[in-house]
């Protein structure tokens, strides 16, 4: 089955830095990454996601790329704000059987922005 | 506006319950997912569903089950509650292949 690695798992940051957390998946057949934000005490959100046929999307100050020969993608999230510090999730969407119907996440990045 | 529900925030249960967990989803999504949450764990799959009647296990299965007798409710069931047990737990839903909605956690505490 799949297998997603996330790095690093706690990143500080200085507000108005920028931040980059860093994911690899090992299913070439993967086509499907969103990323999800959870802050304390609410549930994950999805912030942003890209599919394969994709090689980056932005929104606003986040930013997502994916690198399908390497099998990796990383969510990069500019000039920081003390909001955004948060629990962020990578996943990844397998394409066929039942690997098509969920999403394997890593284990998560504890993001906290330093006013 | 997408909502998955859970019938209870907090519960406190003690060793040996039968413990109950129940989760509603309102936008006819095909699958439906419980997930443990643990602190330097992520988030780990107990089972999934996706269609009615229809389960697989994830990657920690044990120690617990599951019910989906309608679309949009799915249940899971700790047999007889632990102490190893104690965690957070959320219950998602999705269409096949799209976003995925958590619902708001039920915080289980066995004693």
């Known amino acids: 089955g799949e297998n997603v690695e996330q790095h690093p798992s706690t990143l500080s940051v200085q507000e108005g830095d920028s931040a980059v957390i860093k994911c690899t998946y090992s299913?070439?057949?993967?086509?499907?990454f969103p990323w999800y934000k959870q802050e304390l005490g609410k549930r994950p959100q999805l912030i942003i996601d890209?599919?394969?046929?994709?090689g980056e999307k932005k929104d606003q100050r986040i930013a997502v790329t994916l690198n399908k020969t390497a099998k990796h993608f990383s969510l990069h999230i500019t000039e920081t704000q003390p909001e955004d510090s948060a629990v962020y999730f990578c996943?990844?969407?397998?394409?066929?059987?039942?690997?098509?119907?969920?999403?394997?996440f890593g284990k998560g990045t504890k993001l906290s922005v330093i006013p | 506006d997408v909502k998955v529900t859970q019938s209870s925030r907090y519960l406190v249960k003690r060793t040996g319950e039968k413990v109950f967990l129940e989760c509603v989803q309102d936008?006819?999504?095909?699958?439906m997912f419980w997930y443990r949450q643990d602190p330097g764990l992520g988030l780990r799959l107990i089972y999934f569903?996706?269609?009615?009647?229809?389960?697989e296990k994830g990657d920690i299965p044990e120690g617990y089950s599951v019910s989906r007798e309608k679309k949009e409710r799915f249940s899971l069931i700790l047999e007889s509650a632990s102490t190893n047990q104690t965690s957070m737990y959320l219950c998602?839903?999705?269409?096949?292949?799209?976003?995925?909605?958590f619902g708001p956690g039920t915080r289980l505490t066995v004693t």
């Open positions: 936008m006819d999504h095909e699958n």
């Open positions: 890209i599919r394969s046929n994709v």
């Open positions: 998602a839903s999705r269409s096949h292949r799209d976003e995925q909605y």
């Open positions: 569903s996706y269609d009615v009647k229809m389960k």
């Open positions: 299913d070439s057949a993967s086509n499907y």
């Open positions: 996943a990844a969407n397998g394409d066929s059987g039942a690997g098509s119907y969920q999403l394997t």
